[in-house]
């Protein structure tokens, strides 16, 4: 599959000064470890893709289904050494038709929102190798706006729920900063959500938080994944 340098030089280029902004990020906030970053490749094309693990991004993530699955189904054609590697985040609203099958596609599921996906996504990760990763999806919205996520308060049954479920593993939590509130003040009620969850979860010490616009805001509360897009692979082109 064949990458135009150009691109791949925008690539580079984009994603050196992501990486700067991390470590500037974590130096501020006295931390050692840098968090992970998951380059968010949705509505761009699979060449793109292999640019980026070629470049060395470890971790890739998508939000829709129906994309996700033509990628896959590239790679298999073209790059089959790239299906294990870069691992596969889910990243966007998961709907209940089509979650086993993004359980099937990906590493790791990051929006895990409700008790429903639980069985189905547990389909999926009962016919792997090893357990399907999952993340649960808070909701910091005040007042909801049916965004996605749980609701703090219904946070704990549904990590029950997935416990309980034997092809799943919990690996911790995942927010979105919400559109009309400063990304500090919306972390800052994550981080102590997520501190009161560590208290029966310590294990599962993930936390996805922070974009392009509000990466060095979710650094400081102690985010381990930082999902970025517009920031790498420039604005993104209308849906297909």
Do not use: C, W, Y
């Not at 380059?39 to 996700?68: C, H, M, N, W, Y």
């Not at 990243?91 to 089509?98: E, F, P």
């Not at 990051?110 to 999926?124: E, F, T």
């Amino acid at each position: 599959m064949a990458v135009d340098e150009a691109r791949r030089a925008e690539l580079a280029a984009g994603l050196e000064q992501v990486r700067q902004r991390i470590a500037a990020a974590t130096r501020e906030a006295g931390r050692v470890d840098e968090p992970t970053l998951v380059v968010v490749t949705k509505f761009f094309p699979v060449s793109d893709l292999v640019a980026l693990a070629e470049l060395g991004v470890t971790d890739v993530g998508e939000s829709r289904e129906q994309e996700l699955h033509e990628k896959v189904d590239a790679l298999r054609e073209a790059r089959p050494d790239l299906l294990g590697t870069p691992t596969r985040h889910f990243i966007g609203q998961l709907q209940s038709k089509k979650a086993k099958r993004v359980g099937s596609l990906v590493d790791v599921v990051q929006s895990l929102d409700r008790p429903k996906l639980v069985p189905l996504l547990d389909a999926a990760g009962s016919e792997r190798d090893t357990p399907l990763d999952v993340l649960l999806q808070v909701d910091l919205e005040e007042e909801s706006r049916g965004r996605g996520g749980v609701s703090p308060a219904d946070l704990p049954s549904l990590a029950e729920a997935a416990e309980q479920a034997t092809g799943l593993r919990l690996r911790g939590l995942m927010a979105v900063a919400p559109r009309d509130e400063e990304p500090e003040r919306a972390f800052a009620r994550l981080a102590d959500i997520r501190e009161n969850f560590l208290t029966n979860h310590p294990e599962a010490r993930v936390l996805s938080a922070g974009m392009s616009g509000d990466l060095e805001a979710a650094v400081k509360i102690g985010a381990t994944h930082l999902r970025v897009g517009s920031a790498i692979l420039g604005s993104r082109p209308a849906a297909r």
